[in-house]
T-cell receptor, first 111, second 114 residues
Framework: SQKIEQNSEALNIQEGKTATLTCNYTNYSPAYLQWYRQDPGRGPVFLLL???NEKEKRKERLKVTFDTTLKQSLFHITASQPADSATYLC??????????WGAGTKLIIKP | DTAVSQTPKYLVTQMGNDKSIKCEQNLGHDTMYWYKQDSKKFLKIMFSYNNKELIINETVPNRFSPKSPDKAHLNLHINSLELGDSAVYFCASKPNLGADSPLHFGNGTRLTVT
């Protein structure tokens, strides 16, 4: 069955550095992949979408890559700030445009 | 204005009771979902509706019954609540079924069954 793996442990990053989060998927080939941010007590909020024919997508300080050979997506936040602290969820697209969700990586940016 | 709103935010109830969660979206979207987020934070799809029609019904106990009176509303009724139903339930919507467009989530309903 399809499986999504994200860093299970929290990622601690010093403010100003680049945070890199990993999403690996197995047993299928998604046509696209979405990244969401989830704060405690809130619903996930969409950040970026990348399609299989795109190597990289950027939005302000965010960058996502999609390597269909490695079956991996990387999510980067440059010049990280304490306000970037949250859980980040990876969601590759499945058939019928449904998403399969990773458990998320908790990112902590220390001042 | 909240795009996707759920009520209540917290729900504490005893085993065996019946409860409902309501969801409304003001985005004009055709497609709505119910997701369950368990203690390990995985989001699992429960139901999907498109223009008031049930499209996806994952392997969810039939104690869970969704109802969509119109395409802006999707409610979830749960009968005979069990301890294992304790979780956070999220409503979400997107413009239409056949698109990779992002989901818009409500802020969840934390259900605790004692």
């Amino acid at each position: 069955s399809q499986k999504i793996e994200q860093n299970s442990e929290a990622l601690n990053i010093q403010e100003g550095k680049t945070a890199t989060l990993t999403c690996n998927y197995t047993n299928y080939s998604p046509a696209y992949l979405q990244w969401y941010r989830q704060d405690p007590g809130r619903g996930p909020v969409f950040l970026l979408l990348i399609r299989e024919n795109e190597k990289e997508k950027r939005k302000e300080r965010l960058k996502v890559t999609f390597d269909t050979t490695l079956k991996q997506s990387l999510f980067h936040i440059t010049a990280s700030q304490p306000a970037d602290s949250a859980t980040y969820l990876c969601a590759p697209g499945h058939s019928n445009y449904q998403l399969i969700w990773g458990a998320g990586t908790k990112l902590i940016i220390k001042p | 204005d909240t795009a996707v709103s759920q009520t209540p935010k917290y729900l504490v109830t005893q085993m065996g009771n019946d409860k409902s969660i309501k969801c409304e979206q003001n985005l004009g979207h055709d497609t709505m979902y119910w997701y369950k987020q368990d203690s390990k934070k995985f989001l699992k799809i429960m139901f999907s509706y498109n223009n008031k029609e049930l499209i996806i019904n994952e392997t969810v106990p039939n104690r869970f019954s969704p109802k969509s009176p119109d395409k802006a509303h999707l409610n979830l009724h749960i009968n005979s609540l069990e301890l294992g139903d304790s979780a956070v339930y999220f409503c979400a919507s997107k413009p239409n079924l056949g698109a990779d467009s992002p989901l818009h989530f409500g802020n969840g309903t934390r259900l605790t069954v004692t």
